[in-house]
């Protein structure tokens, strides 16, 4: 980070759109997904899904009321030699189903590819922790792939505690189950 930028939390904005499509064609690279076929398909219908759910709106009755975060380097004045862009995201789902108890939780997060190592992963889940606090819940589960040990140790720094630890028929693989009072 330069003086000209800061770190923020936002949710997905129409401005955003070729931030998103960078990070997007980042995590390809990388083999992996960034948010998806819905967003790169159509940008402004997923801003708008987005701002819904986070309102508890929720069209798709496989999903749930959800509030999108995304952690942006972003300029603090218009003329500084970089534009914004996005290190990651985090999913704060308001409730909890049968499957997000098995995997998901309330929280999924993820950093971009080159951005990895770099602390990123503790700050948003720390400030996605905040906003759940906000929105109310007292405690929070996070689960990961158990063989993800960056993954469980940001949980674990952000208070974490593992509950459970099983194969995941849903996912495929073993799962570590991690709660987090607030």
Partial sequence: MTPDTTLQLCAPTLALESAYQACEAEYNAHGEVFLGAAAANDWPAYVAQCAE???????????VAQTMFLLARVPTRPSAPEPTTLLGMAKLRHTLTPTLEDIG????YSIRPGE???GYGDLILALTLERARALGLSHV????????IRSARVIVRNGGVLTSEGYSPLRGARVSRYWIAL
């Fill in 53 to 63: 759910e986070a309102q508890g709106i929720v069209r798709d009755p496989a999903r």
């Fill in 105 to 108: 939780g309330h929280i999924g």
């Fill in 116 to 118: 990895r190592g770099k």
């Fill in 141 to 148: 589960l996070l689960t990961c792939d158990s063989d993800n």
